[in-house]
Structure formats: structure tokens, C-alpha cells
């Protein structure tokens, strides 16, 4: 066996290395895209989890407020929280947005599309003595806070330090709400533990300080908890929460640090989601190209085969030589594979941290992801390589005579359409009729997704006769009469052209998709990041604005109206019975149409009653996230948690909101006042007169207000740009897969020719004899090509058009998104004409072998 | 005794050509002894490829019975086939069929290989081959460094080295020129006097038909003439023995 597989596999595969390196790059291709997109999940995951546990390090459990009035824990809450016999230690804090007299933070807009703050600069008032054994701090320059509870001491991250140009002993200024203070930095902590919270650019100064400057003496925002070591255990943590929350009451939610990687989980999800499709396309069109390339391997051998088989070779022997070549293959392919994955998930990971403004995110890579990804990839080569392994089994030994039996075609191909059929209904059923669960869906998603690829590839042996008559005047009229000889031979190798036809609709398929995923999103998105950032300018401060600064902006020569915005994290009943946290904005109904509007997801909406609905009170506007999550309609109610109770909201309408993942509702500001008791703003969207540049009003505000009142003001059109530059590149990763399937779909195209060419010498010598010439015999490959890319083109448009659809619902299933789909017509039209002209450029090659035919050699050519 | 090595009864084959229906014999009888050298003639169309292919268990019967080495053929299955044509019989082809990656010894060795014999306990079988044909100082080259007529010989090595029952050879010399063709004639008349081999010969070519013991003329799928020479027969003969009958063939029309 070892000796037959020396002198037949190996051998072969080097006396063709480049139909081995073709192999070989299919597997490469997959294993990278499905390498590469574990480890950045992977990554991703483990990146923001370090991010909450920085703030969290070693505590067990976390109290905190429903925050519904602002006012924070009382700080009696301690003595009743110590009381519990399994605590060891109870630790306050005071958890403050502020800003360092340092210049204007870079990203200061609380878009929150992934559900946290970023931005500003973060203080935490602590107790210096207690607050270590929570969480960690690593000083490297200075000391720590000292024991003098009213210090005007702060302890910074060294890394912000240093980007600011602040040492140990310098003075800083701090805004609070009386004006900015003055802190003497005592001590530099590491960027790692807690020095990892707001990316950095985060501070630590006595609790009682923080309680004096903030206005919020006898108040705590959190309790950090460490239990004593015999409650730490899964089970017993769950037991002393329960005691505790029970003891506290539900004013006091108290959580484990586990809830906030479920919360990292979900952020993801829609991430994931999206990456987790493409890897298994890459599989996917990488197991193709690997099929590809050993049918056309097993095409050229087949004298080969029939030799062996003549000699005494099995059936089965045949077979087993072919998967010890796609084996050998699988694992070179995989390890360079694997090699190129780190690399690209390292290019995935310098993204991942731009878009979440992190300073440097190491990859995560784990020796069971890179294991089983390797088996995969031998797994899958094996795999593609099995239906041509079992055809050069098949092969007769007649083969190796002169004899060329009429090849009888294949069940398959010559009825395969039917099954293509079948194939074709199941998926058309699942995505119709769509009885089951939305896990299963999913799942099922995947498998409409390779049914539908291959009904399609099955339909094409039996339709190339109609499309070869239906494409034959325009054919003709391009190449002539030899464009329709040409053209005639597609129905000839009926199996080579269906692979490569398929190859390309692949490609072509992959093109739609990715652009009609970017357009369909970047549609929604932009159209709510228009009316969210809506105005012409966004003022926030390191504090609540009261509305005196709200008729000061008014007053602002350019600004045409200005409404407020706010927002809370209240918790709601779901509809299935449990509580969670969602975002309350409250918007004055007065004012905000006069800067913006809201993006109703329903266009037949009366937006006029929904908007005097919402005026009104006690009603909402909720995301369409939420709508399809839970199944809510206008009419129906939403029950949120108030310093009042519960009360029953009624829904006036569904928005496009992403804010928050989408977890997020619109109330008027009566009811905020009212329910919450709050009545200060966040942020102030300013619309500018006509007439007035947002430079020009942005500066005036600053030299005004912003000293006086800590504001900070950006220009909205800014704020977007940055948003979608950040999309686009994201996007711009999808690309290149698709722009490789399409690749992938012109080496099919080559490889066809070129066999086809090898096979008709004999055909071709006969029609040079005859008086065929040369740019003759040219045109006559081209056509055939020609032909190959209409229909791969024409099919790709169909399936990346449905494909998209089907992604973007299942996006919907999983997560609550709803995208509007929005046909990336570019696309399509790029789509079609990329793939006539790479099956034209692919044929370059073939078609002048052809014509180069020598004559005599050919028509003795066996 | 004459041992008969290969026997056909009844031999029919038909083809599915479109719409007509080809058959290329019909009902035939055919038998061949050890050491027996038959040559099969006849023009195009005569059914002597198809002869040549049932033999050699390369395609089925419509009807009748082939026995090789004892074995029924039509009761066997595929892979009980290929055992017996790998086990019994030796292929020569008129364009040599060697595989380009291996070499001139490699090739001859094949048959073995996939037998899944140890190489080792035939050395010297194929080095009496090689050396038979002409070619122990050829033994590492591959087929593209080799003539026609070197490569035909590494093909005959080839068909000999499971010392099967019979040799078929299908135009062994069709691809060669008159020398060389000569030379390979010689060749397998020496494996069947020297081995005792049976050996059945497709060919057209009336100089290469003189070797064999016998020759068989078909024509529309029948046995229609058949020539036995005598032992130590001049060439030339032979040669007149053969056109004469294609002569009457071709004048019956």
C-alpha cells in the first residue's frame, strides 16, 4: 500500500504541481477564513470580558441601584449587606462621567452600539483601604491614595498620564458640578485590572471626596462584594445572592460578575453572527475548488486509471489512491492554512480594536481551536474529493485502449434536475412556511443555504441546451459562426461545465451578498444614525445639563431649536415573565421634531397620532429590535419598573433604534420627570438656522458656554463619517472573500477549457484542416467561455439576491435586528459583467492553446 | 496434453448506438492453449477488438461464456475480475501505456505493486525480464527517455511479470516501424516458446500475424477463416498463406 501510493499519488502530485497547489490553496483558503474567524471571535470575547473584569477583578457579586432618580445607593445599605455571614468583604464606590481639564475627549458620543459608555473620563470614589481587595491595582509610579478621607488626591492610569503629559506631583483639574477642582496626582496605576476601565482614561480620588464634589453625600453607586472562601462555590454563590437580594429588596438588584460576560455574549452575538457565515463560506468555496480540482484530476488520469484498472487495480483501490491524495493535501493544506488564519485574525484584531477604541487587543488563541480547525480542513478535503474518488473508481479499463466508448453520462446529470429540484422546494418551504423555533431556523438557515447551491448546480446539466438556443443570436453576432460552434461544445462535457459554471455562480453569489448585507445595513443605519445624531450639532457634558442650558443655547445667535435627550437603564417586565434592563430615552415631544424625527419601521404609520400618542404619556416608542425579539406591536404594552411601580406603558409605535442593541425605548420627558425623577438632560441636539455654518455656532457655543457649564460640543456630520468609515472597513473584509470565490470561479473556468481543449486535439486538428483559422478556433473557445459566465453570472445574481434575503432574516431570528433589505443594484451589475470578463480573460490561455494546435500532431493525436 | 488456458462459447456482444443496435459478434467460439500463439485479423468493424476486450474481462458478454484459468467470468463480480485479470492475464497496447513518473524497472514492477507483493522477492524475476527485453541498462529511465519500440519492450516486461496464464495484445506494433516491429514480434514469440505463454494478438499488419501458431480472420463478428501454420514454416509462406485469404475474403465481399 505505502509503495502505491509512493509511486502512484505521490508522484503524480509532484509531476503536477500545479494542479496540486490549486488543491492545495482551496483547503489553505478554507481553513484561514474558518481559523481566522474563531480566534477573532475568540478574541473579541476575551477582550471585552477583561474589560468588565477589570472593573470587577476579584468580587463575587455587585449591588447596585434600579438608578431610576439618580440618586445611587444610600450608604446605610453597607451594615445591612455585612450583616450576611457569608460576606468577607463589602467595598463602596462612587462611579462618576466627568472630564479632566486635559482637552476634549476624541470619542465622546455615547453611541453605545455595542451597550457601554466609552468616552469622557471615569472616576470611582473609593475607600483606599478596602477597595484593593476587589479590584486590582498596580502602582508603578508614586503611591496609592493615602487614608485622608476629604484628600484632594487621584491616583491616574500611567498610560493616559503619559499620552497628557502628567506626572506623579503635577496638578489636574477636575470638573465637577461646582466647576473644576484641583487633584494632586499622587500615585500611577498599570492599564491592566482596573486601569482598564474607559480604555484608561479613568482616575481614583477618596469616596468622601467624590460624595462632597458630586453632590452625592450618604450615596454610593455600587458595593462590590467578596464572599468568604467557603461560599464561593457556583451553587453557594447562587444561595447568598438569593439571601442577599431577598434581604435588600428589588430596589437593590444583586448580580454576579458572570451576568456581565452573558452580557458580553449577547454584544456579540450579531457579530458573530455575521463572521460565523462567512467562515462556513469559506469552507465552503474552498471544499468546492478542492472538488474542482480533482474531478478535473481524475479527468486528465483517466487513461491512467484505466491503465491501472487494466493491470489489476480495484475499484476500491482506485478510490482509496485519490483520498490518500486529497488527505496529503488536507493536511499540508491545513497547517499553511492555519499558518495564514493567525495571520489574517491578527488583521481582524488591529480592526476589532479600532472600532472599540481599545489601545492594543492580543489575540486569543487557543490549541483546541487551531486542532480542530486543522481536522476540519483535512476532513472537509476528504470530503469534496470523495464524489470524484468514487468517478475514478468507476472508470472502465477500457479507458486505456484507443477505445473511447461512448461515455455514457451519469444518473446525475442527465436526471439530476429533478433532484435539483427537490433540493430547491425544501428550501423554498423552510424559508416560506417557517414553522419552527428560531434556533432551529437557524440551523436550518445553514442548510437552506447549501440545498439551494446545490439544486442550483443540478439544474444546469439539463438547462445548457436552453441556454445555449436562447443566447444564440447574440452569440453569433459577437463571435460569428465559430462563436457558435463554440458555443454548441458547452453541451458537451456536460459535468465539467456544470462545475465550473457553479464555481462562478458561487463567486458571483458572494459579490451579491456581501454587498446587498453592507448596502442593506449601511441603509438602516444610516438612516438612524441621521435621525439619532439628528441636527447639526450634539452638546453633551461631564454631568446632567439642567434646562437653563438648554434656553442658553436658544439664545445662541444660528440655533434654531435645540431639544434634550436623556437616558436610563430601567428594567421591564419581558413578556415571558422575567426582568430585564433596557434603556429609557427620554425625549421632549415639544422640541424634537423641530431638530429631528423619528425613523418609523412601519412607513404606513400615522407618524402624526403615534407622535400626539407619545405627547400624551404613559406610551412609548420601542425599537423594532425589541418588536421582533418579543413579538410586540403598537397597541400592545410594555411594563417597565418606575420609583413609582410597575406600570403598564402603552406602544404607540415601533422606531429604528440601534441604541443599545436595539434594547432601548422612547418616552416624552413628562413622564421621565414623573416616573423617574429626573429631569436634567445627557446630551442637547442643536438644528442651526439657515444661514449658519456648524463651525461657526459650534465655536460660539465653546467660547461661551463651555468653561462655565463643562460642555462639550461636536459637530453631528463629524460623529456620522466616523461611524461609517468605521463600517465600511469592517465591510471591506467581506470583500476580499468574495472577490477570492470569484477567483476561485476563474480558475474553474481555465482549468475546464484547458481539459476541454487537451480532449478535442483531434476535433480541433480536424476543423484547422478544413480550413478553420486560427483567430477562428480562438473565438470558438471564447464563446464556449462566454456562455459559461452568462450562466454562472445570471444564476449567481438569483442566489446572491435570495441568499442576502435569507441571511438578513436569519440576522432578524437571532438577534431582533430587522434590516431593510435594499438591492445593491451596483452590485448586480458589477456581478454580471466581472463574471463575462473573468470567463473571457480565464480563456485567454485555453483558447490560444487551441489555436496553436498543430495540425498533423492533432489528427494523429490519439 | 494440451492445457487450454482460455475458452469462449457463444460469444455475443451488442451495442446501443443511438437508436441501432451494432452487434459485433454473434456467437462465437474461441479457445486457447498453453503456449499457443494466435493472431486475430480482420478488418474494421470485424468485431477483433471486441474479441479481444471480453477475454481479457475488459467488457461483458451479451451472451455466452468465457473461462479463464478455470474461472467462469460472467459469475464473477468486478472486483472478482480485475483479481483474475490481475492474477492471470498480461495487456499489451499499441501505444504502451506506461506511466511517465515511473521508471522503465518501476514500470514492469507495477503489476506487482499492486498486487501487494514485496518487491524484494521478485528482484530477480524482473531483472531476467529486463534483461529479455533487451533493457538492464535502460532500467532507470522513465518512458519519455525511452524509443517507441524501448517503451513497447518495458510494456511486454510488464505483461510478463505476473507470469500470467495468457498475454493479450492489442496491435502490439501498430504505433512502430517495421524494424522495431519486428523486434517485438520476435519478443513475444520467445516469452511463448521460452515461458510457455499464451499469447492472443490483435493486428492488422500480415508480417506481424506470421509469428503466431495459428491465425483467425474475423469478419461480422465471426470466425470466418483460420490459418495453422506448420513448425518451421518459411516467413514468406506464411505471408502468402495470410494474403491469400484476405484476398478470398475481400473478393466474397
Not at chain 1, 489489476?312 to 497547517?335: C, H, R
Not at chain 1, 425625549?587 to 419601521?601: C, G, I, L, R
Request: with cysteine; aromatic share 8%.
Amino acid at each position: 500500500m505505502m509503495l502505491l501510493t509512493r509511486w502512484l499519488t505521490l508522484r503524480s502530485m509532484r509531476s503536477r504541481p500545479l494542479r496540486t497547489l490549486l488543491g492545495m490553496f482551496g483547503i489553505i483558503l478554507g481553513v484561514a477564513g474558518l481559523l481566522a474567524i474563531r480566534i477573532t471571535n475568540l478574541t473579541a470575547m476575551d477582550t471585552l470580558s477583561a474589560l468588565f473584569e477589570g472593573t470587577s477583578g476579584k468580587t463575587d457579586l455587585i449591588v447596585t441601584y434600579n438608578g431610576t432618580d439618580g440618586n445611587g445607593l444610600p450608604e446605610r445599605i453597607l451594615r445591612r449587606i455585612i450583616e450576611n455571614e457569608a460576606i468577607q468583604a463589602a467595598v463602596p464606590s462612587l462611579q462618576i462621567q466627568t472630564a479632566l481639564a486635559v482637552g476634549v475627549p476624541e470619542s465622546a458620543m455615547p453611541l453605545s452600539l455595542l451597550g457601554f459608555e466609552m468616552g469622557g473620563f471615569s472616576i470611582f470614589g473609593i475607600d483606599p483601604q478596602t477597595d484593593p481587595a476587589v479590584r486590582d491595582y498596580t502602582i508603578t509610579q508614586g503611591d496609592f491614595l493615602s487614608q485622608d478621607e476629604n484628600g484632594r488626591e487621584i491616583v491616574l492610569v500611567e498610560n493616559y498620564a503619559s499620552e497628557n503629559e502628567l506626572e506623579v506631583g503635577k496638578v489636574v483639574e477636575l470638573l465637577t458640578e461646582d466647576g473644576p477642582k484641583e487633584f494632586t496626582i499622587v500615585g500611577l496605576i498599570a492599564k491592566k485590572g482596573a486601569g482598564q476601565n474607559n480604555n484608561g482614561a479613568f482616575g481614583v480620588i477618596p469616596l468622601q471626596t467624590a460624595q462632597e464634589l458630586f453632590h452625592r453625600s450618604g450615596e454610593l453607586d455600587q458595593v462590590d462584594i467578596v464572599l468568604k472562601p467557603d461560599f464561593v462555590s457556583t451553587d453557594q454563590l447562587a444561595v447568598v445572592k438569593t439571601q442577599l437580594q431577598s434581604q435588600l429588596g428589588d430596589d437593590y438588584p444583586v448580580t454576579s460578575t458572570a451576568s456581565g460576560g452573558n452580557r458580553v455574549s449577547q454584544m456579540l452575538n450579531g457579530f458573530s453572527i455575521g463572521l460565523n457565515f462567512m467562515g462556513g463560506m469559506a469552507l465552503f468555496v474552498g471544499g468546492y475548488l478542492i472538488y474542482n480540482t480533482f474531478s478535473m484530476t481524475v479527468v486528465e488520469r483517466t487513461r491512467e486509471f484505466g491503465l491501472l484498472r487494466t493491470l489489476g487495480l480495484t475499484q476500491k483501490q482506485v478510490i482509496v489512491q485519490v483520498l490518500v491524495e486529497a488527505g496529503i493535501l488536507g493536511i499540508m493544506g491545513s497547517f499553511i492554512g492555519a499558518l495564514v488564519g493567525i495571520g489574517l485574525a491578527q488583521s481582524a484584531t488591529y480592526l476589532l480594536g479600532y472600532l472599540l477604541d481599545l489601545d492594543s487587543v492580543s489575540l486569543k488563541i487557543s490549541m483546541e481551536v487551531i486542532l480542530t480547525s486543522l481536522i476540519i480542513g483535512v476532513a472537509i478535503t476528504v470530503v469534496a474529493a470523495l464524489l470524484p474518488a468514487w468517478q475514478a473508481g468507476r472508470i472502465s479499463p477500457l479507458e486505456a485502449l484507443r477505445v473511447r466508448g461512448i461515455r455514457k453520462e451519469g444518473w446525475l446529470l442527465r436526471q439530476g434536475w429533478k433532484l435539483g429540484l427537490v433540493f430547491l422546494l425544501i428550501s423554498f418551504i423552510i424559508l416560506v412556511a417557517n414553522p419552527f423555533p428560531y434556533d432551529v431556523q437557524f440551523r436550518l438557515g445553514s442548510l437552506t443555504v447549501i440545498f439551494l447551491f446545490f439544486g442550483g448546480t443540478l439544474l444546469i446539466p439539463g438547462s445548457v441546451g436552453l441556454w445555449q438556443r436562447i443566447t444564440r443570436p447574440v452569440i453569433h453576432w459577437l463571435y460569428g459562426a465559430a462563436g457558435q460552434l463554440g458555443s454548441r461544445n458547452i453541451q458537451r462535457s456536460k459535468l465539467r461545465t456544470t462545475l465550473t459554471v457553479a464555481a462562478l455562480m458561487i463567486g458571483v453569489s458572494m459579490i451579491i451578498i456581501t454587498r446587498g448585507m453592507t448596502d442593506s445595513f449601511r441603509g438602516d443605519l444610516e438612516t438612524w444614525i441621521n435621525a439619532y445624531v439628528g441636527g447639526d450639532l450634539l452638546v453633551t457634558s461631564s454631568s446632567p445639563m439642567r434646562s437653563q442650558v438648554m434656553r442658553r443655547l436658544e439664545a445662541i445667535p444660528g440655533v434654531e431649536a435645540v431639544t434634550p435627550m436623556r437616558t436610563l437603564e430601567v428594567a421591564w417586565q419581558t413578556p415571558d415573565g422575567k426582568t430585564e434592563d433596557l434603556v429609557f430615552m427620554g425625549v421632549d415631544t415639544e422640541t424634537y421634531n423641530k431638530v429631528t424625527s423619528f425613523v418609523f419601521s412601519d412607513s404606513q404609520v400615522d407618524a402624526d397620532e403615534a407622535y400626539k400618542k407619545l405627547s400624551e404619556g404613559n406610551a412609548l416608542f420601542i425599537s423594532s429590535v425589541l418588536a421582533e425579539k418579543y413579538g410586540l406591536n403598537a397597541g400592545d404594552t410594555l411594563r417597565l419598573r418606575t420609583r413609582s411601580g410597575e406600570l403598564d406603558f402603552t406602544i404607540a409605535a415601533v422606531v429604528i433604534n440601534f441604541y443599545n442593541q436595539g434594547l432601548a425605548v422612547q418616552g416624552n420627558w413628562q413622564d421621565m420627570r414623573r416616573y423617574f425623577k429626573t429631569s436634567e438632560a445627557g446630551a442637547y441636539l442643536v438644528k442651526l438656522a439657515d444661514g449658519y455654518g456648524a463651525t461657526e455656532v459650534q465655536q460660539r457655543i465653546q467660547d461661551t458656554y463651555a468653561d462655565r457649564e463643562n460642555l462639550s460640543i461636536a459637530s453631528n456630520q463629524s460623529l456620522i463619517n466616523q461611524v461609517l468609515t468605521l463600517l465600511n472597513q469592517a465591510y471591506s473584509m467581506f470583500d476580499v472573500m468574495a472577490i477570492i470565490a470569484l477567483l476561485v470561479g476563474a480558475l474553474g473556468v481555465v482549468n475546464t477549457l484547458t481539459m476541454n481543449v487537451l480532449e478535442r486535439s483531434q476535433e480541433i486538428g480536424m476543423l484547422r484542416s478544413i480550413g478553420l483559422t486560427r483567430g477562428q478556433t480562438t473565438v470558438m473557445v471564447l464563446a464556449e467561455s462566454l456562455l459559461m459566465g452568462l450562466i454562472g453570472g445570471v444564476l449567481g445574481l438569483g442566489f446572491g439576491i435570495l441568499l442576502t434575503r435569507i441571511f438578513l432574516w436569519s440576522m432578524t431570528a437571532m438577534s431582533g435586528y430587522k434590516i431593510n433589505f435594499v438591492l445593491p443594484v451596483g452590485a448586480v451589475i458589477a456581478g454580471i459583467l466581472i463574471a463575462l470578463v473573468v470567463s473571457q480573460l480565464a480563456a485567454i490561455f485555453p483558447a490560444r492553446r487551441a489555436s496553436r494546435t498543430q495540425i498533423l500532431d492533432a489528427i494523429h493525436y490519439e | 496434453m494440451t492445457k487450454v488456458v482460455l475458452e469462449a462459447k457463444g460469444l455475443q456482444k451488442k451495442y446501443q448506438m443511438g437508436e441501432v443496435v451494432v452487434e459485433a459478434l454473434s456467437g462465437l467460439d474461441f479457445q486457447v492453449n498453453k503456449g499457443e500463439f494466435i493472431a486475430i485479423m480482420g478488418p474494421s468493424g470485424s468485431g477483433k477488438s471486441t474479441l479481444l476486450h471480453l477475454l481479457g474481462g475488459l467488457d461483458t458478454p451479451s451472451d455466452g461464456e468465457i473461462t479463464l484459468a478455470g474461472q467462469q467470468l460472467s459469475i464473477l463480480n468486478d472486483k472478482q475480475i480485475t483479481l483474475v485479470r490481475r492474477h492471470n492475464i498480461g495487456f499489451v497496447f499499441q501505444f504502451f501505456n506506461l506511466l511517465p513518473t515511473l521508471t522503465a524497472e518501476e514500470n514492469i514492477a507495477l503489476p506487482l505493486v499492486i498486487d501487494g507483493r514485496n518487491l524484494q522477492e521478485y528482484q530477480a524475476r524482473i531483472d531476467r525480464l529486463l534483461e529479455l527485453v533487451g533493457l538492464s541498462d535502460r532500467r532507470q529511465h522513465k518512458p519519455d527517455q525511452l524509443s517507441g519500440g524501448e517503451q513497447q519492450r518495458v510494456a511486454l516486461a510488464r505483461a510478463l511479470v505476473t507470469e500470467p496464464a495468457i498475454i493479450l495484445a492489442d496491435e502490439p506494433t501498430g504505433n512502430l516501424d517495421s524494424k522495431t516491429g519486428t523486434a517485438i514480434m520476435n519478443l513475444l514469440k520467445r516469452s511463448c516458446v521460452e515461458l510457455d505463454q499464451a499469447l492472443v494478438a490483435v493486428t492488422h499488419d500480415a508480417r506481424a500475424a506470421t509469428y503466431a501458431d495459428r491465425v483467425v480472420f474475423l469478419q461480422d463478428g465471426n470466425i470466418v477463416r483460420e490459418i495453422r501454420f506448420l513448425e518451421g514454416q518459411e516467413m514468406s509462406d506464411r505471408l502468402n498463406m495470410v494474403i491469400k485469404v484476405f484476398e478470398e475474403l475481400e473478393a466474397m465481399g
